[in-house]
């Protein structure tokens, strides 16, 4: 960070921009061009530069750390990657936003009757829908009850409760995971068995941190990161990772009370009529929207050029017997979720999650 920037955001002589990468343009495994969405990036952050007459002396970036890495090789500025783990938002409730003001925020962890309520659920023509719900349990629980947790993670885990917390000392103090597991601990968060938290948390968890990770660009109570100035955001054409735009404007839901970008807001769509950065044939097969008889030839042949055996056979195309590659082609669970968020439902239909679900969620 610069030693010219302020608790609440830039000098009057330099900029401060956060640059977002929104549904698949921040997910580096659907990027094919990745040079070309840095000069997109680039060019944006240098006009934001022209309008204000100021330089950009510090850029924030958030998702793809790869694309944060690659923005801070191509700019003169301070380029730093802000996020917030969205494994500590997964047991974060629905709150009211004062004594005198009945809105609510949306909540990650919740009951069947907050789900009915945050989704707009209607309970007679989605009484099948609802019948299966459940009320989330506490991610402690599901720790102490599933989790595989080996010797060396129990110690890891009494070592960060020892070390951050005031009242509870590991030379005197019986640590369980009832009483002492927090989820800003990293230690703890390393534990959870996360094939036994539902997707549709898991997704709102990723929309929570997102969402609360952009507040802080825009709230002038934060210090770190400091104000932001202007907000580029970079999109893939859908509606993806739009709540980052509606956040911007100061419709965040994960939020009381939420903040706008006090300066200049840029919505780019990378996937326009002459880009070529966005790897949807990828994209498409691996998410079964596609399958591999339906791509044409112009896209099988890029694909072969672009992706080793291991990839292509993951995506379901043919290749010839050969010795494996060492290459990994199946995702991790972190890459096939995305950078943005699916469904806070974990409904797999997208008609049904455009009219049952709200628009900055979907």
């Known amino acids: 960070m610069s030693d010219n920037a302020t608790q609440n955001g830039s000098t009057d002589s330099e900029l401060t921009v956060f640059v977002g990468a929104l549904g698949l343009v921040g997910n580096e495994r659907y990027i094919k061009d990745p040079a070309g969405l840095v000069e997109k990036a680039v060019t944006l952050v240098n006009s934001v530069s022209g309008m204000k007459g100021q330089a950009v002396d510090t850029v924030y970036s958030r998702g793809n750390y790869t694309f944060t890495q690659a923005l801070d090789a191509a700019l ?68 102490a009850e599933e989790a595989d947790i080996s010797d060396e993670e129990w110690q890891d885990m009494i070592d960060a409760a020892d070390t951050v917390f005031d009242d509870f000392d590991a030379d005197t103090d019986q640590f369980t995971i009832e009483d002492n597991f927090d989820l800003y601990l990293r230690e703890h968060r390393d534990v959870i068995p996360m094939d036994a938290v539902d997707e549709g948390r898991i997704s709102r968890a990723k929309a929570c941190a997102m969402g609360r990770t952009d507040e802080r660009f825009y709230n002038d109570y934060f210090s770190d990161p400091a104000t932001v100035d202007a907000a580029i955001l970079l999109h893939d054409g859908t509606d993806r990772g739009m709540e980052a735009v509606e956040a911007a404007r100061g419709q965040n839901p994960w939020v009381k009370y939420p903040s706008s970008c006090p300066g200049t807001v840029l919505e780019e769509n990378i996937n326009g009529d002459d880009d070529d950065i966005i790897n949807w044939a990828r994209y498409l097969l691996e998410t079964g929207r596609e399958d591999p008889e339906g791509l044409t030839d112009d896209q099988e042949a890029e694909l072969r050029e672009l992706h080793t055996d291991d990839e292509l056979e993951y995506m379901g195309l043919e290749v010839e017997a050969d010795e494996p590659s060492p290459a990994q082609a199946e995702p991790s669970d972190a890459e096939l979720a995305a950078a943005e968020p699916r469904s806070p439902t974990g409904l797999e239909d997208d008609t049904r999650r455009a009219t049952k679900v709200p628009p900055e969620h979907a």
């Open 76 to 143: 003169e500025a301070d380029v730093e990657h802000s996020a917030i783990d969205w494994r500590q938002e997964l047991d974060r409730q629905r709150a009211q936003f004062s004594e005198n003001d009945d809105r609510m925020t949306d909540g990650v962890r919740l009951t069947v009757d907050e789900k009915i309520e945050q989704w707009g659920l209607d309970e007679e023509t989605d009484a099948e829908l609802i019948s299966d719900l459940e009320d989330d349990r506490p991610i402690a629980e599901i720790v």
